[in-house]
């Protein structure tokens, strides 16, 4: 968690920052298969940082839903500040229609802890696994230290709107580098090379090289 707190420190920006923490989750806490960061905005899910292809898509299903473990607990909904599901292939009668379409996304177990400061409640940090009875008690311990550091991260911030901007630019860049990678054969590491060199040699802000190659087109790319 020191070497951790270290990397988490070094990040130069809030969405990278919460995108560590994501991807810190697979790797600290034991059958964990993927994680991420939702919070509810205008009764909406919004997907902060995703480290696993079922983060997005059971994000999406609750917010599509209306429910959910994560949708609950990210906008507040019973007071909780914690939960673990050890089975999604039992009946859930909180939420019946998301276990059932989240355990055929692949999920069978998840756990998630609330992510707040004494003024404000930010989201939530949720973890998945592909197995039933991944997480134990013990893991909620993690589960704090970890979003302990994203509520910092949060906080820094001062609006979700700023993390949704984040977002956004965060998919032009990927847009345009599938442009790039499909154009010119590239790998994703050489696509993301040339955005960066081009930006740095221009002094251009990363994002507005993306929005230019996005509004050109695959064809001029």
């Known amino acids: 968690m020191a070497v951790l707190a270290r990397d ?11 995108d560590e923490i994501a991807a810190a989750a697979v790797k600290l806490v034991d059958g964990c298969d993927a994680a991420g960061i939702l ?3 205008k009764g909406r899910a919004v997907t902060l940082a995703a480290c696993g292809d079922m983060v997005e898509e059971c994000d999406r299903l609750q917010g599509r839903l209306g429910e959910g473990p ?3 607990l990210a ?16 009946p859930q009668p909180a939420w019946r229609r998301f ?22 409640d930010f989201g939530a940090l949720n973890l998945y696994a592909r197995r039933p009875g991944a997480f134990r008690e013990e893991v909620e311990t993690a589960g704090w230290l970890l979003a302990s550091h994203a509520a910092v991260a949060l906080a820094g911030a001062r609006t979700v709107d700023q993390l949704e901007h984040a977002m956004e630019a ?20 050489d696509a993301f090379g040339v955005l960066r060199r081009f930006s740095q040699h221009h ?18 790319s």
């Open 8 to 18: 988490l420190l070094a990040q130069d920006s809030v969405q990278a920052t919460l």
């Open 99 to 120: 276990a059932t379409e989240a355990h055929g996304l692949g999920v069978s177990s998840m756990t998630g802890v609330l992510l707040y400061t004494d003024d404000e």
């Open 70 to 72: 994560c949708f609950d």
């Open 170 to 189: 965060r998919h032009a860049i990927g847009e345009a580098m599938g442009m790039l990678r499909e154009r010119h054969k590239l790998s994703e590491a």
């Open 39 to 41: 919070a509810v905005r």
């Open 203 to 220: 002094n251009v802000k990363l994002r507005d090289v993306a929005q230019q190659i996005r509004a050109e087109g695959p064809e001029d």
């Open 75 to 90: 906008r507040g909904t019973d007071g909780e500040r914690v939960y673990r599901i050890a089975d999604l292939s039992r």
